[in-house]
T-cell receptor
């Protein structure tokens, strides 16, 4: 039973560039959430996707956008990267309305 | 808005001893879940234990147990017989709004196990 998988593992980008992170949910899960974890902090909720639509959003600017595909996998896109976007980006999946969330190993994004 | 506070940035314990990690939270909801997650160097968030707010009985999972004080909005984690593999960051988290699973996390406690 495959868990949540994220790609890539590490990524280095330059300020102003755009980045796409990918997530495949745990088998049987239909909801994907994204979290940003800055160094030394707890994860912060970015948004959640269910049935290919953004269902809820945290306090993040429009530079952060996402998508969910019919197979429930998801992408997180960040435009016009800032140095402050450097963080670990965690994807979590669940079955609608249920808990707990299952997390992936994250993508470490470094913006230089 | 929900908030979760972990006041212990770092804790250490001798192997085989017991340690308690503290967490307080604030929510206006009457129904919610509380969680403790472990994040080892592999970075994956691993669920350690969860507590439903409507249950008075404290949750236990093998060597892990919680002390849930609803009136005080306190949710501490006790790890008994600490093992080297318990070394990690531990995050307390809360969900108040069911159906959309938005977790609110604390800032974490780094637990070191001393051999």
């Amino acid at each position: 039973d495959a868990g949540v998988t994220q790609s890539p593992t590490h990524l280095i980008k330059t300020r102003g560039q755009q980045v796409t992170l990918r997530c495949s949910p745990k088998s049987g899960h239909d909801t994907v959430s994204w979290y940003q974890q800055a160094l030394g902090q707890g994860p912060q909720f970015i948004f959640q996707y269910y049935e290919e639509e953004e269902r809820q959003r945290g306090n993040f600017p429009d530079r952060f956008s996402g998508h969910q595909f019919p197979n429930y996998s998801s992408e997180l896109n960040v435009n016009a990267l800032l140095l402050g976007d450097s963080a670990l980006y965690l994807c979590a999946s669940s079955l609608d309305g249920g808990s707990p969330l299952h997390f992936g190993n994250g993508t470490r994004l470094t913006v230089t | 808005a929900q908030t979760v506070t972990q006041s212990q940035p770092e804790m250490s314990v001798q192997e085989a001893e017991t340690v308690t990690l503290s967490c307080t939270y604030d929510t206006s909801e009457s129904d919610y879940y509380l969680f403790w997650y472990k994040q080892p160097p592999s970075r994956q968030m691993i669920l350690v234990i969860r507590q439903e707010a409507y249950k008075q009985q404290n949750a236990t999972e093998n060597r892990f147990s919680v002390n849930f004080q609803k009136a005080a909005k306190s949710f501490s984690l006790k790890i008994s017989d600490s093992q080297l593999g318990d070394a990690a960051m531990y995050f307390c988290a809360e969900i108040s709004n069911f159906g959309n699973e938005k977790l609110t996390f604390g800032t974490g406690t780094r637990l070191t196990i001393i051999p």
